[in-house]
């Protein structure tokens, strides 16, 4: 089965032809940066019209580089939440509209449910059940997922997510957005005991996360100065890696799962991966993580999502709304 993916959730448009939710056969990814830059954030209004203006010169090429053709499509899947409306209706009525028209089921998807499917787009062994690990720029969540369409929410952040904090942070400091990467780098030459900075506890359940004080104490001590700034940023990557890597390790003891899956944008950054791997391995779990451009946003890992659940005889109505807030666990 052949799933066309639509991903228009945030600032990347993206397309994707994916085969048995696990094969790849083109993807395309229009990014937003340029237009969003010289605001250090998104803005939605003109992300959604970047997404309306890019979109539909996107699926030629894309269907041509799957050496495919729109008959060739079993079926169309689209983000509908969570994200920026403006940015998700774009999306969602492209899908709604493509699979009207070729007369092949459509599915909305749940944008935090599909990064979580990059990894069976990158593994081909990947099976159910796992743990997963959702960082990106909007979102910090421990799901437990015992198989497709199944997902039960063990922790979330209370405040920040966890590439707000490095985004904020990167901004402050001057160096471009989205900053995640370039806290990475510099943090590669940096000293990650060199700056104090906290490991906040969320008063909440004990998987949740809380980062507005680790924001907040991390731009106090750029504000301050005295440190290099790789020293600062490896001190600031460290604590992030902190705050996930504890709740990671008591989330596996607790469910006993045996896999650990990652995703979203902030999983891009290899210290984190390397860390998690040690942790896991040692209590005998095998972590996965995609490629950098399989962690940030991505159409494919919608199409491979989609591809299960549609397998499974799901459909959306063509009458399904976009949910900026839609919760996690929600299919
Ligand atoms: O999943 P994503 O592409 O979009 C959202 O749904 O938010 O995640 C974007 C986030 C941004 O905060 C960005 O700074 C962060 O992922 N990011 C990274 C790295 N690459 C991207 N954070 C840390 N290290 C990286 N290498
Ligand atoms: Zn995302």
New binding site residues.
């Given amino acids: 089965m052949r799933v066309l993916g639509i991903e228009t959730?945030?600032d990347?448009t993206s397309l994707a032809l994916v085969e048995s939710g696990r094969r790849v056969l083109a993807s395309r990814i229009s990014s937003q940066v340029a237009t969003h830059s010289p605001y250090g954030g998104v803005v939605p209004e003109l992300a959604a019209r970047d997404h309306l203006s890019a979109l539909p010169g996107m699926l030629a090429p894309m269907l041509a580089e799957a050496g495919a053709s729109l008959s060739g499509v079993d079926g169309v899947a689209a983000v509908y939440g969570p994200g920026l409306l403006g940015s998700l209706l774009v999306g969602l009525a492209a899908g709604k509209a493509l699979a009207l028209g070729l007369g092949r089921p459509f599915l909305g998807v749940n944008?935090l449910q599909a990064?979580l499917f990059a990894n069976f787009i990158h593994t081909p062994d990947l099976e159910f059940p796992f743990l997963g690990l959702v960082v990106?720029?909007?979102?910090t969540l421990l799901l437990d997922v015992p198989g497709p369409g199944e997902f039960r929410v063990l922790g979330r952040t209370i405040d920040d997510?966890a590439?707000?904090v490095?985004?904020k942070i990167a901004r402050l400091a001057g160096l471009p957005f989205?900053?995640?990467?370039y806290?990475?780098q510099q943090a590669a030459t940096g000293d990650p005991k060199a700056v104090a900075l906290p490991r906040p506890v969320a008063r909440t359940r004990p998987l949740d996360f809380s980062f507005s004080g680790l924001k907040t104490a991390a731009a106090l001590a750029l504000e301050r100065g005295g440190h290099s700034l790789p020293d600062l940023m490896a001190s600031l990557q460290q604590a992030v890696i902190d705050c996930i890597a504890v709740r990671v390790e008591k989330a596996l003891r607790s469910t006993g799962r045996r896999r650990l899956a990652m995703a979203?944008?902030?999983t891009?950054?290899?210290r984190?991966l390397q860390e998690l791997e040690r942790k896991a391995g040692a209590q005998g779990v095998r972590v996965y993580c995609p490629p950098?451009l399989l962690?940030?946003?991505n159409a494919a890992m919608v199409a491979s999502l989609a591809y299960f659940r549609l397998a499974r005889g799901e459909r959306s109505p063509l009458d399904l709304n976009a949910s900026a807030q839609l919760a996690p666990d929600v299919a």
């Fill in positions: 959730s945030c990347d944008h990064h990106s720029g909007g979102h997510a590439g707000e490095l985004d989205p900053g995640g990467k806290v990475e979203g944008g902030v891009a950054n290899r984190l950098p962690c940030t946003d």
